[in-house]
């Protein structure tokens, strides 16, 4: 029987502060597919010189060199695939993509340099078509959530990426999955645009722009807090706990390998330059106690459960009391190392009961509700039982 737990949700909302408007400047080194500096549409064959084939499940042709794919061949002519052009074109680990390369994942990557720019005012927008389906876009490394479903005969929706950009050198990930079971076509497609901000000039403070948000995490879990900001460099950040600063915790992102007890708390990031400082919110990381077995009673993503708040203990059916007293009562325990305010907060279902305000579990402290809370707390020696629990 599954231990009975605290239905609770927590939702953080983070807001965005933005700068002063100010007019994009385009980023530097965003080409479409198949086309040369100047974005003239590439010969048939020639190498792209922007996009690397970096991964390659086709030892033939295993990259890093990516292909025009020839558009006089199938299946370009008399094939599926949109016709190449006017500002774009197909490339693929081999120009003769009429009989194709072996199935499995291919990864194009194109490289550009944010140097001059503010990575938090970054935006890619574009759109893609891939032969088949397009696994996803990463940033960095780090996925966007873009996905493609395949159709080669047409470009993809808009999409927009306004995230995950660093100082200097960029990364942008394309994955195509070659299906099937034996070589058959396979290439890509893009078509980008891209503006950031210029770099604030000296005598700029730090304005945040990107705050961190809260995470649940299971003990064991990995766990990432983020921040953006503007303003004139140097920036230096310092990531701070409980209002306490995190040593060697000085870049945009703070991670936590795998998460304890101790780290619970709120986060924060402290952003300075010589003119200045600001602070971000506070995100909470709730570390969450759950068994093994307990992770495996719903699948991985949000979830009511990651909550520090449980049932630690429900007395349904005590033994009979010489006075006949009901000595019925539930435990509900505070997991987190910090104190939980959970006025106005509600138990529903088989028994009710909703907390009066100014109701404050101590971290890794327990309260009790019953529904005669006198009897219980003469009963079992307790104080402050809350009640009457119907």
Not at 98 to 114: A, E, H, I, K, V
Not at 273 to 299: D, F, H, K, Q
Request: charged residues 15%.
């Amino acid at each position: 029987m599954r231990t009975p737990r605290l239905l609770l949700t927590l939702v953080i909302a983070a807001g965005a502060c933005p700068p002063d408007l100010i007019i994009g400047a385009p980023i530097p080194g965003l080409f479409n597919t198949g086309v040369g500096a100047n974005g003239a549409l590439l010969a048939n064959g020639a190498i792209d010189p922007h996009y690397r084939l970096v991964a390659s499940p086709d030892a033939s042709a295993p990259g890093p060199n990516a292909f025009v794919i020839t558009d006089t061949l199938f299946p370009i002519v008399a094939g599926p695939w949109l016709a190449s052009g006017p500002a774009s074109k197909w490339i693929g680990p081999m120009a003769n993509q009429s009989t194709g390369n072996l199935p499995g994942d291919y990864r194009y990557r194109l490289t550009f340099d944010l140097t001059g720019l503010e990575p938090a005012s970054a935006v890619i927008t574009g759109r893609w078509t891939s032969d088949n389906a397009g696994v996803g876009i990463f940033i960095n490394g780090q996925p966007t959530g873009i996905t493609y479903d395949g159709n080669f005969g047409a470009f993809s929706a808009t999409f927009i990426i306004d995230a995950g950009f660093v100082e200097g050198t960029n990364t942008l990930d394309f994955v195509v999955n070659n299906a099937g079971t034996s070589a058959n076509p396979t290439g890509f497609r893009a078509e980008l645009t891209g503006t950031a901000d210029p770099v604030s000039p000296p005598g700029t403070p730090p304005a945040i722009t990107m705050h961190p948000v809260g995470i649940s995490a299971g003990l064991g879990d990995g766990a990432t807090f983020s921040v953006a900001a503007t303003g004139a460099r140097p920036l230096s950040y310092q990531w701070r706990r409980n209002s306490e600063p995190i040593a060697g915790a000085t870049n945009a992102t703070f991670t936590l390998a795998s998460v304890s007890p101790g780290d619970a708390g709120a986060y924060d990031a402290v952003v300075s330059n010589p003119w200045g400082t600001a602070t971000s919110t506070a995100a909470v990381l709730t570390v969450v106690y759950l068994s093994p077995a307990e992770r495996t009673y719903e699948p991985a993503g949000a979830s009511s459960r990651r909550t520090g708040l449980v049932f630690s203990e429900i007395m349904y059916h005590p033994r009979e009391h010489p006075d006949g007293d009901n000595l019925e009562f539930i435990e509900i325990y505070n997991s987190n190392p910090f104190a939980e305010d959970i006025s106005g907060y509600r138990i529903s279902g088989d028994a009710d009961f909703t907390f009066p305000g100014g109701t404050v579990i101590p971290g890794l402290g327990r309260l009790v509700v019953a529904p005669d809370p006198a009897k219980v707390a003469a009963a079992y020696g307790l104080a402050g039982v809350l009640g009457p629990l119907t």
